[in-house]
């Protein structure tokens, strides 16, 4: 990220988001006045364990909410334009040509009875205007940026023809072909083994040099964002608890669970009897507890940590924002 980053103006941002569904049982907030900033350019980790309501986030964003869930409040300032405003119609020329997503399951993102030309060529005939003919010499040049090996022939496979490494990198292919200014990537790493985990962080970091798009990258490994992440949202209950750079998330953690899910990181070299865990369960979204959502597993929670609303966002420093009470105190 350049130096002069943090002073321009935000490519996407979202303020007080919040997304609920609603069930015959009753009202799940997956996402509650969530707010964070990606700066051009820079790439924003959203950590946090399953159900914490990091995808759900992106995908009010893009308006891809599944049925049954509905988009109460909230900004989502994308480019100066406030896309929680757009028709679905309006969205359309929003969602891959702007904003890319690559999603966790490559094999269900991609058409089983089609091949990967056609894939990837169909967002530049769409997005780009591309003849087939031309969008298809595209799609060849795009494999070969993902670093697959013969991409003139590859092309013709169809996705069960390719090993997940390459169905992974065939999907950001495609993906990153319109040229989009955003790029979301939701667990693409999950199914792959950690050799090809590492190449393909390495992928990405070298797609983002090459044409300056920024990544929100979605993940629950704090590891993967210590080393491909810019900054750093951790998301609990539907809140994002902290954000901030990550250097300073990684040497000045300030949220209980951002300290909990940082010393759950194996350190190599070390010798310990059992590795460290967050103690206790994740919240059900259907039945958050009253106060913060953390408070449950929180040794250091107070009598107010469990009544009335979560607790407002303190400032540690101009750009690390913690949502927990125990900010008021020490600045008591």
Sequence with gaps: MDSDTQEQAPLLEARGLQTHFFTRVGVVKAVNDVNFQVMPGETLGLVGESGS???IT????LGLLPRGAERLKGEILFEGEDLAKKTEKEMQDVRGKRIGLILQNSMAAMDPVFTIGTQIGES????????WKESLQNAVDLLRKVRIGAPELRIKNFPHELSGGMRQRAASAAAIGPQP??????????ALDVTTQRQYLELLKELQAQTGVA????????SIVGSLCDRIAVFYGGLVVE???????FKNPTHPYTKAL???IPVLGDKVDRLQSVEGE????????PGCPFAPRCSAAMDKCHTGDPPPQYQVSDVHGVRCWLMEEENA
């Excluded at 992106?58 to 964003?61: D, K, L, R």
């Design 58 to 61: 992106v995908m009010s964003i």
């Design 181 to 190: 200014a955003l790029l979301i990537a939701d667990e693409p790493t999950t």
């Design 262 to 264: 940082l010393g759950a």
């Design 215 to 222: 990544i929100i990258f979605i993940t629950h490994d704090m």
């Design 53 to 55: 309501g990091k995808t």
């Design 243 to 249: 954000t901030g750079p990550k250097d300073e998330l």
């Design 124 to 131: 530049l005939v769409v997005h780009k205007k591309m003849s």
């Design 282 to 289: 994740p919240p059900n979204p259907g039945q958050l507890p």
